[in-house]
């Protein structure tokens, strides 16, 4: 691996891309560039999307049939590119991969527009935590991010994809991510965006097979001039599935949309989402969009919703304690956005919370 | 011993416009415990909160003073930073803001662990503040905020409403050993005022002086037992008999 300096490392910890943490796997590209590649363990191969097109033949029929080429400009524009980055990670059958994957995309020049397609397969009865990090080097003025994820996870296999953006005031990011979620099989989704971006927009979407479980979790603090539309759509397309959708967004003068869709087709599935708001200006708004689609009369789906400002009540509470102002605002929202994602094992919950606390662009409060 | 950590003075509060506080004066010196009985509604919680300047409350006139400083033009973190720390009697829960995090932030004292297992809120530590929580843990978080805080004089507002016996005895063996009552009273240096229209907790914390706040003012001082015993005999329509007595009679 070539040696980073110190700019591209500090903004590669700003996505929990550091070369320190103990891992399974690792995949760096910056640009067009794949400039770390390499796996500790036999249980998971992974591979640039090119490579692992050359190897496995059946893999060319597979891209694209969970998210289309022609759902929108931004994945013809990756189904087009002449350029194709991206990582393919299969984890075997059976093993269960205790230490994350961690990736990165970078954006490193100017005027640079990024398209990615990754694969993820975890096969039958495997485990597969995924931390994966996009950034933009600090000095950048403009860019954009086209990525393309595809998960395929089968009956019985676990897989944890935790995503953390920090771009830039000038980026634009536009990432298309689905899942095909076997029977019995668990993913949990993980979206952690605490700074600028000109605008992002997603909205994942999940098919649960029977009994299995879908978990979308989103953290954003939007500052001034940003703009994001986020959200995920989780269908229940089997038996007893069950899907949560959780997002907790703080406007700082930012504009949010965030949307939560769960479709119910088929008995005893079960849906719950919470989509909670905190406004700290007069500037910037969040529009809270939950949907529930109910088609069978045994689903137990609900939602709540709730857009605000920090409770005046709270804060009174944190200063008559001693705690000034700015600080106790500062706990509030810190708490506010901790997640707690009950199926995330110990460690990766402690790094995600981690994570928040010390990337957080408060200052501008 | 003889300092005043508070001076109040011709204090008239309003909140929301109407007045609540309509003149009063309190002194409060180091190593005093003042009770303050009075009905509900009687704008006893109205003068702690105005005390803290919290939000709402409105000081029409008069003054207070805090250690000798006018407090008028300070903030409410700026006025606990003075030495008040306030126990609530409906303190807010604080969504994802864990009891553990919230100490980090106001811990003041060397030996906050051992407040922690004397008020068996050890369990609480990862627990979001006053989230779930019941009456009697509600109180003991508050006892060991103020705990934490070390401050020298302690507003406590009901410190027994909604709490079973058990929890009043872990709550007022932590009170008595903030205000130092294992001292001689010359020796200690924290001072108390005591919200409370039961005047149960006097069973279980002795007080030196008792005030008796009834529409918007102190209408009687004296001996805090001698005012209980008077309340249990005759309610607080007894003060008001009482005091009606006394205008007669002058």
Not at chain 1, 305 to 320: C, F, H, K, P, T
Not at chain 2, 166 to 172: H, L
Request: with cysteine.
């Amino acid at each position: 691996m070539r040696e980073l300096d110190d700019t591209t490392k500090e903004t590669l910890k700003k996505v929990a891309y550091d070369e320190s943490q103990e891992r399974s796997a690792t995949f760096l590209a910056t640009d067009w560039e794949v400039i770390d590649l390499h796996s500790a363990t036999q249980a998971l191969e992974i591979l640039p999307i090119k490579m692992a097109l050359e190897k496995y033949a059946w893999l060319k029929d597979l891209m694209f049939t969970l998210v289309p080429k022609e759902k929108d400009e931004y994945v013809k524009k990756v189904a087009s590119s002449d350029v194709l980055l991206g990582y393919f990670i299969r984890v075997k059958a059976g093993e269960k991969v205790a230490l994350p994957v961690y990736t990165c995309y970078m954006i490193n020049s100017d005027l640079f527009t990024q398209c990615t397609h990754n694969i993820i397969i975890a096969e039958e009865g495997s485990e597969l935590h995924l931390i994966s990090g996009c950034a933009a080097n600090t000095h950048l003025l403009s860019g954009r991010h086209l990525g393309v994820t595809e998960y395929f996870i089968k009956e019985n296999a676990t897989v944890t994809s935790t995503m953390i953006h920090s771009w830039g005031k000038e980026v634009e990011v536009y990432p298309r991510s689905a899942a095909e979620v076997g029977k019995k099989a668990k993913f949990v989704s993980n979206y952690v965006a605490l700074g600028s971006v000109k605008a992002l927009q997603m909205d994942p979407i999940a098919h649960i097979e029977a009994g299995g479980l879908g978990e979308f979790y989103s953290v954003v603090y939007a500052p001034e001039n940003s703009k994001f539309d986020i959200g995920s759509t989780v269908i229940l397309e089997g038996d007893g599935a069950s899907a949560e959708i959780v997002s907790r967004v703080v406007s700082n003068g930012g504009e949010v949309i965030t949307r939560g869709k769960i479709i119910g087709r088929h008995p005893n599935g079960r849906g719950a989402m919470a989509c909670n708001g905190l406004l700290l200006s007069n500037t910037g708004y969040i529009h809270a969009i939950p949907e529930l689609l109910g088609e069978d009369p045994r689903l137990e789906l609900s939602h709540e919703a709730s857009v605000g400002m920090i409770s005046r009540d709270e804060l009174a509470y944190l200063m008559a304690s001693g705690i000034e102002e700015e600080k106790a605002k500062s706990l509030i929202i810190e708490g506010f956005l901790d997640l707690k994602i009950p199926s995330l094992p110990d460690y990766l919950q402690k790094q995600i919370n981690t994570i928040i606390k010390e990337t957080k662009d408060f200052e501008t409060l | 011993m003889d300092r005043p950590l508070l001076e109040i003075n011709d204090l008239h509060v309003s909140v929301a416009g109407k007045e609540i506080i309509k003149g009063m004066d309190l002194q409060v010196k180091q190593g005093e415990v003042h009770v303050i009985f009075g009905p509900n509604g009687s704008g006893k919680s109205t003068l702690l909160n105005a005390v803290m300047h919290l939000p709402g409350y409105t000081i029409d006139r008069g003054v207070i003073r805090v250690k000798s400083q006018n407090i008028a033009e300070m903030s409410t973190d700026e006025i606990a930073n003075l030495g008040i720390g306030i126990s609530f009697q409906h303190p807010p829960k604080i969504k994802g803001v864990t009891l553990r995090n919230f100490l980090d932030a106001i811990n003041r004292s060397e030996d906050l662990d051992e407040a922690v297992k004397a008020l068996s809120m050890d369990t609480f530590l990862e627990r979001e503040l006053n989230v779930g929580f019941s009456g009697g843990e509600l109180k003991r978080a508050e006892v060991l905020k103020l705990y934490a805080q070390h401050p020298d004089l302690l507003l406590i507002d009901e410190p027994e409403s909604g709490v079973d016996f058990e929890n009043i005895a872990i709550i007022s063996k932590a009170i008595n050993k903030i205000l130092q009552k294992e001292r001689p009273m010359r020796l200690r240096e924290r001072a108390a005022i005591i919200i409370t229209h039961t005047g149960h907790i006097l069973n279980y914390v002795q007080a030196d002086i008792g005030h008796v706040f009834m529409d918007g003012k102190i209408v009687c001082t004296g001996n805090p037992q001698s005012i209980m015993e008077d309340i249990k005999k005759a309610g607080f329509s007894g003060c008001s008999a009482c005091i009606k007595q006394q205008k007669d009679h002058a």
